[in-house]
Structures are given as structure tokens and as C-alpha cells.
């Protein structure tokens, strides 16, 4: 009955352990665990309200625009602002190019190597790879000669004995089931990838002034000025400038990283058994004019499709029971945001050591709960609410990939639904994006420039006291900023995030969040290299912070799988 851990889970932003416990090749309990900690709520104490956004957007250097939008929509929800339609529709383009660049980057980056054998694509026959890539889709880097210059690459790579950006995998895994062609053309993707998304991420760029870490975000709006006439603003150059990046984005989509999905996917549908979660929240996103969103909002419970739950802020509290913090009137009992506390209390084990204490605390990460249950958010729970509402796009493409992969709907609560969910997101944003630049363009040509709502900025214009809350379904789910404000200032502040949802430890109740839960069951070849861990925890594309390696003071890796 050996026990595992792995320190770090690398390939996500920040700092994640898993420990697991294994019988007969399976996992029968789990525990999630973050090891990083730095209190971005305590710094907020006592600021304008109007720089939150500023200092929360340094949560993370990959979600930086997902925290600066919710945190303005908490600010503007408690001051009643109304932005202009201008603004809604920047926010809108940044938000889209956001997902799609991130979701992309996700697949080949950071989750598609679960799957690929990236030392096996040298064993491949370029000939036969450029026949696959043919008959899934008719991308223009298809020849014989082009995959035989991405394999003499790879050659190169395993010849120095520096894998380079392709170290420490475990490649020559049993649990890796592609041959070696569909392994070179993924490799070969990889690669394209890196190049694509340089280039189509710069429609945020120019929209928010730089990228990571845009600048352009106000409150009651966006500070980037809209007009026809000069070359200092948003302009013709500028909408032309979008639909070439949007296309380019929906292409690399269309003919690249879906056919690569269902290609990959093909090969492990096994997975549509494992990585299974109950309920599911998404916060909804893309406000049109009249505010209705394109993904709508909703909760689901039991895996019950027949019903869609409307999402009520109120119900959202955090727990701290198994998490290294404490709350002045117990631990028993969670807390609304509003009223929550970031009070640390670490009382963990001094490193190194082998595991953690699971029964008494052990994350950094609170347990968020919706109505007192665990709820899985993200690509899964976005697409699986706007199914279940009747979304016609995202319907069809649902059943298309059901279909194409020969599998039921019950195949969408896994490690395969979710990672085909983050697909088609992506496909479904990057189809959608060129109506929001086609509105701005309209906009603009009936001479609406405004894009920025300038009443309520005076601080003596607020009520005394305030509260108000920012949802925004990011890239990785929802997320949701409160606030409170008492006599222009933050009293209160508390985010609660995508991954505090999913990789929260259990509560007071004993209840494991999404992490933990959907592990159990999972197979285990080699304990010595779970990568069916990896497999189930990367669909989540955990985000605890900026990634790094764990290094010791000779340049070794300190801490990889512990066995026990």
C-alpha cells in the first residue's frame, strides 16, 4: 500500500503537491496541497479601491488580466457604475485573445505531454507522419521534408543529452499509447505553437498597452482612447490589425489544436473513466449590449444535466479547516468572502520531509464551497452548463466530438471531457471574436468613442460604506473578487479563484475538493512515474502562481516523487 508524493507538479503556474494513496494500481485517497503563501489581501487593506486592480493582477504573470477585470467589476459593482458600451467590448477582445492564447498554450505545453512520447517520435517515418496530418486536416505544414527538419530538431535535442524544453518526462512510459508518427506531428505542433501564439497574443498588447500585466484597465471603463482620426488611438489600423490576429488565431484552432484533440484522444478513450467530479459552477462571461452574456451562468449539482441552478453570490463561502490559516470564531464553519479573513497559520511540518499531516492542515489553499458542496469550475463547468442551457454552438460542437470519439455523454465528467471542454472553448471564442471587433468598428463609424464612464470617479461622491463583487470566467474558471469599502477606502478584500475551487483541501465536513476526488480510482503502471496523476491534475491547468522548479543549492532537483 504505498503512499506517493509529488513536489512540485511541474508544468502549471506555481507550487502544487499531491500525495496519494495507492492500492492494487489504483489511488484510494488523495490530498492537494499548495506550499507557496503571500497574503495579496492583507496589502489591500486600507488602499483606493480604484488601484486594486493594479496589485491584484500581480497575483500571477500568466492571469494577470483575469484578476485586474473581476477586481474592477467588484469596485464598479459596489459603486453602481455603468460602463460605457465601447469599454465592454475592449474588455470582451482582451478577455478572447486571452483564453485562446491560454488554452493553446495549455494543450501543447503543459498537458499534451501526459500523452505524447516526445523520444518516441524518432523512431517515426516522416512519409507516414505527413499522410496522418493529411487525412486530419489540411494544414499547410504537412510535407515529408518539413517533419523530417522537426525530427533532425528532436534528433539534435537527445544527441547533446539536453533535452532542452523536452527534460524530465517519462518518456518510454508504458501508459503512452500513440505511435510514433502522431507523436513527431504533436511535437512538431508543439513547436508551431510556441511561434503562434507570440504572434496573436499582440491584439492584447495594443489593447492593453503591453502584455503580461496590461495597463489599460479603469475603473468605469478602459483608459485606451477610440478614434478614427488619430494615430494615438484605437483606429482603422487598429480594427484591421484585430481581424488578422483573430483569424490567424481561428485557424491555428480549427486546423491545428482540434484535429490534434480528437487525434490524441482517440487513443485514450479509457480516460473518459477517470478524473470524475459531481457538481459544477461557472460564473458566465461576454456581456453583450443589453448585458445577457455568450456563456451563460449556472450551477450544476450531481452531474445532473436536466437542471441548470441560477448562481447566487450570497452562497459562497471558504473554509479553512484543513488549510494553514485560521478565523477568529472557528474553523467549523466557513465564511463569505465579505466578511472572510487571511489570517495565516501555518503549522505544517519544517522541509524537507516525506509527507504532510492530512488529517490536520495542509495547503495554503482554502476550500471554497457553493451552497456548503465542492464545485469543480473551469473549461468542464463553462461547457457543461451552456450545453445543458441549450448554447447552439457549443451543443453542436459537444456532440460532434461525442460522437467523433464514439463515446456518451457520460464520457464528459473525466480527465477526456475536460480536456476536449478547453477545446471547444477555444474554438467557440475564436469563432465568436470577430463580432465583438466588427461592433467596435460599428462604434466607431457611428462616432461612439467614448470609453469611460466618468461619473462616480470622485471619492466624495461614494456612499460611506460599500459592497460589491467582480465575477469573471476565466481561462481556468470562475473567478470572483469582493470588496468592501468603508469611507474610500478597502477595508475588506478576498479573491477567490479557479484553483482554490478545484485544489482546495477537504473541509470541516470531510469533503475533498476537485482535485482530490478525481483522482480517486485513477490507475497507477509505476508509482515511481504517476504521470496518471499528471494526466487528471494538468486538465485542471492548475495556476498557484508563477511556475518554478524546485532546485537544491548544487542544482538538482530537490524533491521529484517520494514513494512510501
Known sequence: MPKIAIDPVTRIEGHLRIEAQVEGGKIVDAWSSSTMWRGFEIILKGRDPREAWAFVSRFCGVCSTVHAIASIRAVENALGIKIPDNARLIRNLIMANQVVQDHVIHFYHLHALD??????????????????????????????????????????????GQLGIFANGYWGHSAYKLPPEANLMAVAHYLEALEWQKEIIKMMAILGAKNPHPQTFLVGGMSIPVDPNSQNALNAGSIAAFQDYANKSLDFVQKVYIPDLLAVASFYKEWASYGSFDNFFACGEYPDAKGDLYLPAGIIKGKDLSKVHPVDHQKITEHVKHAWYEYSDGEDKGKHPWSGETKAKYTGPKPPYEFLDTKGKYSWVKSPRYEDTPMEVGPLAKMLVA??????????????????????????????????????????????????????????KKGDLKTHANEK????????????????????????????????????????????????????????????????????????????????IHSFDPCMACAVHLLDKEGDEAIAVKVK
Open 115 to 160: 500523452w505524447v512520447d516526445v523520444v518516441s517520435a524518432l523512431k517515426a517515418d516522416p512519409a507516414k507522419t505527413s499522410a496522418l496530418q493529411q487525412t486530419i486536416s489540411d494544414w499547410s505544414l504537412s510535407s515529408p521534408s518539413y517533419f523530417r527538419t522537426v525530427q533532425n530538431k528532436l534528433k539534435g535535442f537527445v544527441e547533446s
Open 387 to 444: 450545453y445543458a442551457t441549450g448554447h447552439k454552438r457549443i451543443k453542436e460542437l459537444v456532440d460532434m466530438v461525442l460522437q467523433k470519439l464514439g463515446v456518451g455523454p457520460a464520457a464528459l465528467f473525466s480527465t477526456l471531457g475536460r480536456t476536449a471542454a478547453r477545446g471547444i472553448e477555444t474554438l467557440v471564442i475564436a469563432e465568436k471574436t470577430n463580432d465583438w471587433i466588427n461592433e467596435l468598428a460599428a462604434n466607431m
Open 457 to 536: 470617479w470622485d471619492p466624495s461622491t461614494w456612499p460611506k460604506e460599500a459592497k460589491g463583487y467582480g465575477f469573471h470566467d476565466a481561462p481556468r474558471g470562475t473567478l470572483s473578487h469582493f470588496v468592501v469599502i468603508k469611507d474610500g477606502k478597502i477595508d475588506n478584500y478576498q479573491a477567490v479563484v479557479p484553483t482554490t475551487w478545484n485544489s482546495g483541501p477537504r473541509d470541516a465536513k470531510g469533503q475533498k475538493g476537485p482535485y482530490e476526488a478525481s483522482l480517486i480510482g485513477t490507475p497507477i503502471a509505476d508509482v515511481n512515474k504517476p504521470v496518471e496523476v499528471l494526466r487528471t
